[in-house]
T-cell receptor
Framework: SQQGEEDPQALSIQEGENATMNCSYKTSINNLQWYRQNSGRGLVHLIL?????REKHSGRLRVTLDTSKKSSSLLITASRAADTASYFC?????????????FGKGITLSVRP | SAVISQKPSRDICQRGTSLTIQCQVD?????MFWYRQQPGQSLTLIAT?????????ESGFVIDKFPISRPNLTFSTLTVSNMSPEDSSIYLC?????????FGSGTRLTVV
C-alpha cells in the first residue's frame, strides 16, 4: 500500500517562482526522501531527511518534516524550466534486518519559461 | 553513490512471451530492489533480491510471474513471464546508497 500522499497532484508555475509540494504519510518512518523523475525515466534522489530532523537544505531545495503531523514539504526556490518533472516522496521504514521504501503518487511540476 | 546500468531501456513484446531485464551495479551491494511503475502511477515494490538467497516478493507479486536472479553482488535480472498488456509498465531496479536510493534508468515495456 502507498504510504506517502503528495499534494497538489499537479503544479504549474512561472520560471523564477517558488514551488512547494507537500507529502503526508500514515505510519512511523525512519526517514523521508524526495525523488525526481524526468519523462518516465529513472528516479534521481534529491534529498533525505531523518525522522529526528526538522529541516534540511540542499542548493535550491528545502525540505521540512513534521513527524507529529506525519507530513513533509519540498520547496524549490527560483524554479527553472529544467525543474519540470514528476516529484515523489518516499518513506523508509526498517523491518527487521531490511528496509523498505514506499512511494507516494507523485506531483507533476511544470515550470513555464 | 552507486551507478546502475539497466538494459534494455525499452522493448515492445508480444503477449505470451517473456522479457528479462538486467541491472549491473558498479559496486557490490547486499540488496537490490525491483519496482514496477504502471502508466501514470507511482512505483510499487515487486521484490527484494539478496545474493545467495531467494528473492522476497511483495504482496501481489509471485515468483512464477516475476522470477529474479541474483548470481553475485553486482548483478540481478528480473524476468516478466507470460506477458499480457497489463504488464505494460516501466520496470526499475534500485540499490541503497546509504543517503538515498540509486535507481536504474528504467525499462519501458509495452506488451501488444
Amino acid at each position: 500500500s502507498q504510504q506517502g500522499e503528495e499534494d497538489p497532484q499537479a503544479l504549474s508555475i512561472q520560471e523564477g517562482e517558488n514551488a512547494t509540494m507537500n507529502c503526508s504519510y500514515k505510519t512511523s518512518i525512519n526517514n523521508l526522501q524526495w525523488y525526481r523523475q524526468n519523462s518516465g525515466r529513472g528516479l534521481v534522489h534529491l534529498i533525505l531527511i531523518r525522522s529526528n530532523e526538522r529541516e534540511k537544505h540542499s542548493g535550491r531545495l528545502r525540505v521540512t518534516l513534521d513527524t507529529s503531523k506525519k507530513s513533509s514539504s519540498l520547496l524549490i526556490t527560483a524554479s527553472r524550466a529544467a525543474d519540470t518533472a514528476s516529484y515523489f516522496c518516499a518513506t523508509e521504514a526498517y523491518t527487521g534486518a531490511n528496509s523498505k521504501l514506499t512511494f507516494g503518487k507523485g506531483i507533476t511540476l511544470s515550470v513555464r519559461p | 553513490s552507486a551507478v546502475i546500468s539497466q538494459k534494455p531501456s525499452r522493448d515492445i513484446c508480444q503477449r505470451g512471451t517473456s522479457l528479462t531485464i538486467q541491472c549491473q551495479v558498479d559496486s557490490q551491494v547486499t540488496m537490490m530492489f525491483w519496482y514496477r511503475q504502471q502508466p501514470g502511477q507511482s512505483l510499487t515494490l515487486i521484490a527484494t533480491a539478496n545474493q545467495g538467497s531467494e528473492a522476497t516478493y511483495e504482496s501481489g507479486f509471485v515468483i512464477d510471474k516475476f522470477p529474479i536472479s541474483r548470481p553475485n553482488l553486482t548483478f540481478s535480472t528480473l524476468t516478466v513471464s507470460n506477458m499480457s498488456p497489463e504488464d505494460s509498465s516501466i520496470y526499475l531496479c534500485s540499490v541503497d546508497s546509504h543517503y538515498g536510493y540509486t535507481f536504474g534508468s528504467g525499462t519501458r515495456l509495452t506488451v501488444v
